[in-house]
Nanobody, 115 residues
């Protein structure tokens, strides 16, 4: 049973940086694509970034140039480096396969950006 655990969220000021982590249990877990998603209370969960198994990545327009998704193969952990954070980046961040797998949603990690 695969479990995804997000961590690294915090409260920061606008312009700051954070690195989120997504640790996957299960040595055989090797999706074709992994992504980061975020959800603001009262809104739908939205896609932020994707990393394919061939190493290519893409991003939502709102974060392109500021966020970078990566993976540590040895640790089976995905990361989201977030730079130049803005108040509108405030949300709970989740990782999951792309397209998402309903049973893989974790608790997420809260990112709060103050102006």
């Amino acid at each position: 049973q695969v479990q995804l655990v997000e961590s690294g969220g915090a409260s920061v000021q606008a312009g700051g940086s954070l690195r989120l982590s997504c640790a996957a249990s299960g040595s055989t877990f090797s999706p074709k694509a992994m992504g980061w998603f975020r959800q603001i209370p009262g809104n739908q969960r939205g896609w932020v970034a994707r990393l394919r198994s061939d190493g290519t990545d893409d991003y939502a327009a709102s974060v392109k140039g500021r966020f970078t998704i990566s993976k540590d193969n040895a640790k089976n952990t995905w990361y989201l480096q977030m730079n130049n954070l803005k108040p509108e980046d405030t949300a709970v961040y989740y990782c999951n396969t792309v397209p998402s797998t309903v049973n893989y949603w974790g608790q997420g990690t809260q990112v709060s950006v103050s102006s």
